[in-house]
C-alpha cells in the first residue's frame, strides 16, 4: 500500500512530503482505558484504524485483577481477530499521574500508589507497553482526530476525576520539563471560607459528592450525576453549577495565559447538555478581556470519553514510531548511538 508522510508539509515546514510503502498489519495495537467506573479496550492495526468493536468491562481496582481480565480479553480479540501473530503495542491510558520513564502510576482514585503497572503487565504479555494520564490521552487524541485538528495553536482542557490542561503547538503537546504542566485542578483556591484544591470543587468526584449531600441520595458513578440533570434532576443540576464556574474561570486563565487559536474541553464535558455548554461559553467569554478573545473559538469535543481511549492509541504509535526512527539511526551511525537509550 503507498502512503504519503506529510508531517510538517502542510505548513512548508519539516522536511517534504515522501511516499513509502506501508503495511497495516505489520504489527496491532491495543489501547487499554482503566477508569474509576469501567475499562474498555480497542483493538487496532498499525495505522490506529480499529478492527474490532470496542470491549467494555467492569474489573473494579484491584490492580491484580485488572490485570488478569485485561490480559484475558486481549489474547481473546487477537485470536478472534486473526492478529495474534503479529507483534502487540499497548497504550494503557489511567486516571492519576504517570511516570512514563518507569511505568509507575499514581491513582488516588483507585486507591493506587506508585504502582508499576507497565511491569506488571509485562509479565503476563508480550508486547510493547507504554502508560499514559487520561487528560494527556485526550488532548493527543483531539489533535490527531478531534477539534484540534489543523489548528497550530491549541489548548485542550480535559474533564474527569482531576481537571488538566495540555497545550498543543503545531500537533505536539507540551507538558511541562517534569511531565505535570496544566495540571489546573491541583491550583488551591478559596472556597468555603479555605483554600481547596479544584479538583476538590469542579472534579466529577466533587460534584457526585454534592449531589449526594444536596439530594440525600446515594449514587455510585459521577456520570449518574450528568444523567439525572439532563433528565430534569433540580439537586444534580445544582451540583454541576459550581463545576461550571470553576471551569470557565480555569478556562479564562488558560485563554488570557496563551492565547490559544481554539480552546476544547474535552472528557465528559462530551456529555454536557447544549444549554450548559452555552452556559460555559458565555461565562468565559464574560471573564476574558475582549481585547484577548479575538480570534479564539471555544468547542466542545466529539470525542466524548472516547478521547481518553484513542489517545493511548495515538500515544504508543507515537512511541513505535520513534523507536523506529531511533533504530534507523542506529542502524546508519552505530558508534554515535550505541550508548544512546531507547525511551
Wanted: aromatic share 6%.
Amino acid at each position: 500500500m503507498l502512503e504519503v508522510d506529510v508531517h510538517g508539509a502542510q505548513r512548508a515546514q519539516g522536511r517534504p512530503a515522501l511516499q513509502y510503502e506501508f503495511n497495516p498489519l505489520r504489527f496491532c495495537v491495543v489501547s487499554l482505558y482503566v477508569g474509576l467506573r469501567y475499562a474498555e479496550l480497542t483493538l487496532c492495526d498499525a495505522r490506529g484504524r480499529p478492527i474490532s468493536e470496542n470491549v467494555q468491562f467492569h474489573p473494579g481496582w484491584d490492580v491484580q485483577r485488572i490485570i488478569d481480565e485485561s490480559v484475558g480479553r486481549i489474547i481473546d480479540l487477537r485470536v478472534a481477530h486473526a492478529v495474534a501473530h503479529l507483534p502487540l503495542y499497548m497504550g494503557v491510558v489511567v486516571h492519576g499521574t504517570v511516570d512514563s520513564n518507569t511505568g509507575t502510576v499514581d491513582s488516588p482514585g483507585m486507591g493506587w500508589r506508585l504502582v508499576p503497572l507497565v511491569e506488571l503487565l509485562a509479565e503476563r504479555i508480550e508486547a510493547v507497553i507504554t502508560v499514559h494520564d487520561a487528560s494527556r490521552a485526550a488532548a493527543l487524541a483531539e489533535s490527531r482526530e478531534g477539534m484540534a485538528i489543523g489548528v497550530r495553536r491549541a489548548v485542550v482542557l480535559n474533564f474527569g476525576p482531576e481537571i488538566t490542561a495540555t497545550h498543543i503547538v503545531d500537533g505536539v503537546p507540551d507538558v511541562g520539563s517534569a511531565g505535570l504542566a496544566g495540571r489546573i485542578g491541583r491550583a488551591r483556591i478559596w472556597s468555603q471560607d479555605q483554600l481547596r484544591y479544584i479538583d476538590d470543587i469542579a472534579g466529577s468526584v466533587a460534584y457526585k459528592n454534592r449531589y449526594v449531600e444536596l439530594s440525600g441520595q446515594s449514587i455510585e458513578w459521577a456520570t449518574e450525576v450528568t444523567e439525572r440533570a439532563a433528565a430534569g434532576d433540580r439537586d444534580a443540576e445544582e451540583a454541576l453549577e459550581l463545576s461550571f464556574e470553576s471551569f470557565a474561570r480555569a478556562s479564562m486563565w488558560l485563554i488570557t495565559i496563551t492565547n490559544p487559536e481554539r480552546l476544547i474541553l474535552t472528557g465528559s464535558a462530551g456529555g454536557f447538555l447544549e444549554r450548559w455548554r452555552t452556559r460555559i461559553r458565555t461565562r468565559i467569554m464574560e471573564l476574558v478581556d475582549p481585547a484577548l478573545f479575538d480570534g479564539i473559538r471555544i468547542d466542545f469535543t466529539d470525542l466524548g470519553r472516547q478521547a481518553w481511549l484513542r489517545g493511548g492509541v495515538h500515544a504508543v504509535l507515537d512511541h513505535q514510531r520513534t523507536r523506529e526512527l531511533l533504530d534507523q539511526e542506529r542502524a546508519a551511525n552505530p558508534r554515535i548511538l550505541a550508548t544512546q537509550p531507547e525511551n
